[in-house]
């Protein structure tokens, strides 16, 4: 029997695309809708301005959209995936988990807090097991897990993959598509012919949110990693994947090969949505491309290329889908991990 699952803030980019990843999940049925005041009462091809490169299933088409109140929720919904603006799931999503729903959540607000995990399911799915300690902290019935970054997600499993040679420092800069700030983040006339140095707040979120990822959890509370991370991020009138510069310091010698086995190698999940193989290294020092490798593994895996020694130690470019591994597709697959985990 099929999870029942709704989704927070559905007529947005990533809600959009969560419809499209969900829609034919054989693990996941699509039971309620949410999204503003101004939507709600209407059918989901009324309230959406639908922009994902398919077209709206049938079914969600005719769903009823409904506020984004736990009262206007189903009870019987097992999970909830969460692409709300951070300002509004910083005030619903602790009154959903309070109901007791679960939720998987794309939003930016509380991926820091000490008991909410931030999870990659590929680097640090042990992560997950905090919820027990949020459950006693809080005394939710609920629970909420948080995915990262879109940014965060392209370099961090490159980094775990290279953890055992002792990570000191890392420099990355990002070359960030236009999806990433939503429909309406950035207008034709600042993007074309033209290069963003800026992200708001993008810089703190890649430094920080990377050492939770890579920090370690006892059973009570997670420390994180001790890794210097510095970050620079951009926007470029790329339409969808995020492309990454990465400089990184490690304890011991790591040569060209010898990252290059040790991404090659690292072991992705049995999870449905996690790629078969997880980072896809080039040899060609022109790749990755976001137009020529964002869909690798149906979107879900990362690729990294143009690896050389350089006076700073190792570099190397990284490249994922930001709306899928990056957002919706990073949500879908922590909720397979709740499931796995017997959370839901």
């Given at each position: 029997?099929?999870?029942?699952?709704?989704?927070?803030?559905?007529?947005?980019?990533?809600?959009?695309?969560?419809?499209?990843?969900?829609?034919?999940?054989?693990?996941?049925?699509?039971?309620?809708?949410?999204?503003?005041?101004?939507?709600?009462?209407?059918?989901?091809?009324?309230a959406a301005k639908w922009r994902v490169d398919s077209p709206i299933p049938d079914d969600v088409a005719e769903m009823t959209v409904s506020?984004?109140?736990?009262?206007?929720?189903?009870?019987?919904?097992?999970?909830?995936?969460?692409?709300?603006?951070?300002?509004v799931g910083e005030a619903v999503e602790p009154t959903f988990c309070e109901a007791g729903y679960v939720v998987s959540s794309n939003s930016s607000n509380s991926r820091m807090a000490d008991d909410v995990p931030l999870v990659i399911p590929e680097v640090n799915a042990e992560h997950i097991d905090l919820l027990e300690v949020q459950r006693d902290e809080r005394g939710w019935d609920g629970a909420l897990v948080k995915n990262p970054n879109c940014s965060t997600i392209t370099?961090?499993?490159?980094?775990?993959?290279?953890?055992?040679?002792?990570?000191?420092?890392?420099?990355?800069?990002?070359?960030?598509?236009?999806?990433?700030?939503g429909y309406d983040g950035v207008t034709s006339m600042e993007i074309i012919d033209n290069a963003v140095p800026h992200i708001g707040s993008e810089e703190e979120k890649l430094e920080t949110e990377s050492r939770k990822l890579l920090g370690t959890f006892d059973g009570a509370s997670l420390s994180h990693d001790d890794v210097e991370v510095a970050a620079s991020c951009n926007r470029?009138?790329?339409?969808?994947?995020?492309?990454?510069?990465?400089?990184?310091?490690?304890e011991s010698e790591l040569t060209v090969e010898d990252a290059k086995a040790a991404m090659r190698d690292y072991p992705s999940l049995s999870l449905r949505s996690s790629p078969d193989q997880l980072?896809?290294?080039?040899?060609?020092?022109?790749?990755?491309?976001?137009?020529?490798?964002?869909?690798l593994g149906d979107g879900m895996a990362i690729a990294a290329g143009g690896l050389r020694e350089s006076t700073f130690g190792l570099q190397y470019n990284c490249l994922a889908h930001n709306t899928i591994r990056g957002a919706a597709g990073a949500s879908v697959l922590n909720g397979e991990l709740l499931l796995e985990n017997g959370y839901l």
């Open positions: 029997m099929a999870v029942r699952a709704g989704i927070l803030g559905a007529t947005g980019a990533v809600g959009q695309r969560l419809i499209q990843l969900l829609e034919p999940h054989p693990e996941f049925e699509i039971t309620a809708l949410t999204a503003s005041d101004a939507s709600a009462g209407k059918t989901y091809k009324q506020a984004t109140d736990p009262d206007a929720v189903p009870d019987d919904v097992d999970l909830l995936f969460s692409s709300l603006p951070s300002s370099f961090v499993p490159t980094l775990a993959a290279l953890a055992e040679f002792g990570l000191e420092s890392v420099h990355v800069a990002t070359l960030q598509a236009v999806s990433g700030a470029i009138p790329t339409i969808d994947g995020h492309l990454e510069n990465v400089w990184i310091e490690t980072i896809h290294v080039f040899d060609e020092p022109d790749r990755p491309q976001p137009r020529m490798d964002r869909t």
